[in-house]
């Protein structure tokens, strides 16, 4: 069974800075993709990016990007040019090849002005 | 928006009741995924369904049950509440591929308050 680890309750970062998420996970599977969901207040779970295991090109979409280390086993998101809008609880996920998700306890991302 | 619709958006029921929630699925998508989450968690997968056929299911009793329709909308139905079903339940959708994964794509939730 896949685990998923987020060991950042909660990062605190200024409007326009720029804030790293940390996520770690454990398989023993060699195809899986890689996400990071979005779940602001209003509860709906957003993707903001995802990235295909087999690439080693780490995925960009805008403002965010990953580092995603396959050996290590760890997948980060980094939030650019933060803006207030970004404050949301950031979750990162795991699907295996069935299509499955284990998804992580999650990240509590509070922007500030 | 994902196109993703649940209904409906808050229930109240007491324990021992049953409870069934809706989800339509996204336009294209045969495959339907629930997730039941706790306050302060991360999503817990509960059970997926690919052309009306159960494909997987996580760690929940049977009392925890489902349906998908030719249309590809599903049910959650959950007999015997009990307090801890106190939850957001979420409904995810996706197109599978051929053996791949593909991006979930999630509706807005069903909060479920049992008393």
């Known amino acids: 069974a896949q685990t998923v680890t987020q060991s950042q309750p909660e990062m605190s970062v200024q409007e326009a800075e720029t804030v790293t998420l940390s996520c770690t996970y454990d398989t023993s599977e060699n195809n899986y993709y890689l996400f990071w969901y979005k779940q602001p207040p209003s509860r709906q779970m957003i993707l903001v990016i995802r990235?295909?295991?087999?690439?080693?090109q780490n995925a960009t979409e805008n403002r965010f990007s990953v580092n995603f280390q396959k050996a290590a086993k760890s997948f980060s998101l980094k939030i650019s040019d933060s803006q207030l809008g970004d404050t949301a609880m950031y979750f990162c996920a795991f699907g295996d090849s069935w299509g499955k998700f284990q998804f992580g306890a999650g990240t509590q991302v509070v922007v500030t002005p | 928006e994902t196109g993703v619709t649940q209904s409906p958006t808050h229930l109240i029921k007491t324990r021992g009741q049953q409870v069934t929630l809706r989800c339509s699925s996204q336009?294209?998508?045969?495959?339907v995924s629930w997730y039941q989450q706790a306050l302060g968690q991360g999503p817990q997968f509960i059970f997926q369904?690919?052309?009306?056929?159960?494909?997987g299911r996580g760690n929940f009793p049977p009392r925890f049950s489902g349906l998908q329709f030719p249309n590809y909308s599903s049910e959650l139905n959950v007999n015997a509440l009990e307090l801890d079903d106190s939850a957001l339940y979420l409904c995810?959708?996706?197109?599978?591929?051929?053996?791949?994964?593909?991006?979930?794509?999630f509706g807005p939730g069903t909060r479920l308050t049992v008393l």
């Open positions: 995810a959708s996706s197109g599978r591929g051929q053996g791949w994964t593909d991006t979930q794509y």
């Open positions: 369904y690919y052309r009306e056929e159960e494909n």
């Open positions: 990235q295909e295991a087999y690439k080693q």
């Open positions: 336009s294209g998508h045969n495959t």
